[in-house]
């Protein structure tokens, strides 16, 4: 029998599960155990954590290491909310959780933990089905929640709205002297939400809402069917909704698991999650029932080959990123050609570059949203992209292959930065990664410089020191070879092979 546990430290809790593979090769949870401690409030109030959080912290996670030992489980990992690293002392309470609990936290960026909690969602049996409509992936944290919209099976946008549990309820503290302290923070939500409705919703009949967390699965014992698994019409979630909000707070259920020990988070819970219901009409709600715990878990175990993955994640990056660059007004046919021509470069230089699956999938990426930047300003337009997409979540990528996404693209009609420059943001292999992929991208966008792809076909091969582009066009290429030149010097430094373009006129 496989087992796993993964502990995590959110915003107001921590959790460990422990899990198990069945021999249907499925992901079984046969443990959980969930203690408040509360990180992100103190954090706000006084930009720290104080000795006796740590202490109860690392109390916490020493007791959740028995327990995990206790099962004789030898594959766990334990991480950290990303909000950690606002305390000041965030540092010194990861040296305390080691020397105290022999635990190492690994703090983990927003993107990735919200990646991991939809990767168990998309794990899920009627997952593909459902996005191959339209539908918005919902996760709910303590400081923030993030939507997902994918249309036709396509990622259209992932956006970070700063509304969560905890922070719904200091707003709510912050309002308790009037008698419309609700109302006020429900004008705060259906701001937010409306934000993103119009920029996003308009031309989109949604038809499902698909809820992260299995905190909405302990609704079942208060009168309502919601389960982990369970499609539940939308109107009557909301109806639903609605009737609890509309108690006194005295009245309101804390049979939540995710809330026994922090009942003052049951109303914002709710009110919160009313309002999505509101201001994102569907016409189901799915409750996944997964958390990140349960990411994690699929993460470990996908790896391992010990679980079966169907979604196709790398697809979910790249239509992410085209759909950024045609929100930008990135003009499309030059893209696809760019893409078509650093992707077959990428291929033959594999010997030469040593890079893998991955780093093509990034190259992917720079050449999509390489000239995002020119919406906001052509004259600065790398450096635009780089703000752009260090700005936009792209579901998939971790904070760091969005960085070297980032600053490729700002190099690229610059000078290259020296290491010492990024030695602060990167390592030495990140930054060779980085230089190797904006050679590339230079080479292929000569060859399509007067972006009109003059190119009827394009052949590329090695030979030797040489990599040679043959390119058939029935129109001169002038513009592309003066262009190439300088790119293709670049290139012969990088990789110590010189690219040679050839041209084959094509007469009709």
Known sequence: ????????????????KIFRITSERKLKEIDCLRMPVELLNEINANGKLSNETTGRLCDILGDMLRTVKTYQVTDYQAYATGMLYRAINAFFVLEQIKLRTGLTLTVRSNSEQRFLSYRAAASQRSFEEMISESAAIVDVG?????????????????QHLGLGTVTIRENLRRFSYGSNRRY??????????????????????????????DQMSALSHVGTPVDS????????????????????????PVELPVLQENQDLVEPYLLLHEAIAEKMPSKYVFFSGVSINEGMAYDFFSAKKSLDVEHDFEQDILSAAWAIAKRYGSYQPHLKALDYISTQIYDVMKKFHGLGKRERLLMRV??????????????????????????????????????????????????LLAYGELA??????????????????????????????????????LRGDKLNITIESKDSIALEKGMFEEKADFFE??????????ELRIFE
């Open 142 to 158: 303590g400081g923030s929640l993030q939507i997902t919209l994918f249309v036709n099976g396509k990622v259209r946008t992932t």
């Open 229 to 252: 698994g369970v499609l539940l019409k939308a109107d009557r979630y909301l109806d639903f909704l609605q009737k609890l909000c509309g108690k006194a707070i005295l009245e309101l």
């Open 1 to 16: 029998m496989k087992l796993y546990a993964s502990i995590y430290v959110g915003t107001y809790e921590t959790v460990l």
């Open 424 to 461: 602060d943001r990167f390592r030495e292999e990140e930054y060779v990664t980085i230089v190797k992929l904006l050679a590339i991208l230079r080479v292929a966008n000569a060859l399509d410089r007067s972006h009109k792809q003059k190119f009827k076909h394009i052949k590329i091969a």
């Open 493 to 502: 430094q990088v990789f110590s092979v010189r690219p040679v373009l050839t």
């Open 366 to 415: 720079v050449a999509v949203l390489h000239d995002c930047g020119k919406y906001i300003s052509i004259a600065e337009a790398s450096q635009c992209s780089r703000t752009i997409i260090m700005s936009s979540e792209i579901l998939g990528l971790t904070h760091k292959e969005r960085e070297m996404v980032a600053t490729t693209v700002a190099m690229n009609r610059g000078e």
């Open 184 to 213: 006020h923070v429900q004008e705060i939500m259906y701001k937010e939400l409306d934000v993103f409705t119009t920029m996003y919703l308009q031309d989109v009949k949604l038809k499902y809402l698909i809820i992260l967390g």
